[in-house]
Antibody, heavy 123, light 112 residues
Framework: QVQLQESGPGLVTPSETLSLTCTVS????????WSWIRQPPGKGLEWLAY???????SYNPSLNNRVTISLDTSKNQFSLKLTSVTAADTAVFYC?????????????????WGQGTLVTVSS | DIVMTQSPLSLPVTPGEPASISCRSS???????????LDWYLQKPGQSPQLLIY???NRASGVPDRFSGSGSGTDFTLKISRVEAEDVGVYYC?????????FGQGTKVEIK
């Protein structure tokens, strides 16, 4: 059974860097695509980034180049860094697996999600 | 970016009755192949979102057959044939047609 678990500080100071890690169990991160999605309190979902097993990345341009996603295959983890945070970045951050649901056409969907971790940006 | 618009935003439902949620996209999500690059997710209270439908009409593993997805182009519908109490939560459509992936604003389904 595949499980994802987010970890990281729950409070970040404005202008600092938010760093989160997602630990994957029950599957190898070298076999899939992995993603981060966030949800501000009481609001909807926003896709942030994904990375695949070869290290190819894709980012949401709305984040203005503040976000980096990376893999640590030795620990079966992937991570998110978001720089220059403001109060507007306060959200529940989810890590999720982008699983290949179809090979014809090639199609991925977020089939497994972590429980989410609340990160508050405040001084 | 592709803008996803859902309606209604709130949907009171009666158990045993059908329910329907609409999702519209600002650009077509159906490719020349005929496949529709749209997913539906349900976020139950206090939980993470879960995948219900992918490629417009394919149920994810373990999803009851009372859930169905349809539509093409820019108009899509999620239907629940007979609502059960466990179906309450916020439903989101999401487009996978192009990056950045974008979600609808969500439809809150609650029991009357």
């Amino acid at each position: 059974q595949v499980q994802l678990q987010e970890s990281g500080p729950g409070l970040v100071t404005p202008s600092e860097t938010l760093s989160l890690t997602c630990t994957v169990s029950g599957a190898s991160i070298t076999g899939e695509y992995w993603s981060w999605i966030r949800q501000p309190p009481g609001k909807g979902l926003e896709w942030l980034a994904y990375i695949n097993y070869s290290g190819t990345t894709s980012y949401n341009p709305s984040l203005n180049n503040r976000v980096t996603i990376s893999l640590d295959t030795s620990k079966n983890q992937f991570s998110l860094k978001l720089t220059s945070v403001t109060a507007a970045d306060t959200a529940v951050f989810y890590c999720a697996r982008l699983r290949l649901m179809s090979s014809n056409p090639t199609y991925h969907a977020f089939d497994i999600w972590g429980q989410g971790t609340l990160v508050t940006v405040s001084s | 970016d592709i803008v996803m618009t859902q309606s209604p935003l709130s949907l009171p439902v009666t158990p045993g009755e059908p329910a329907s949620i609409s999702c519209r996209s600002s650009q077509s999500l159906t490719r020349s192949s005929g496949y529709t690059y749209l997913d539906w997710y349900l976020q139950k209270p206090g939980q993470s979102p879960q995948l219900l439908i992918y490629l417009g009409s394919n149920r994810a593993s373990g999803v009851p057959d009372r859930f169905s997805g349809s539509g093409s182009g820019t108009d899509f519908t999620l239907k629940i044939s007979r609502v059960e109490a466990e179906d309450v939560g916020v439903y989101y459509c999401m487009q996978m047609q192009q990056s950045p992936r974008t979600f609808g604003q969500g439809t809150k389904v609650e029991i009357k």
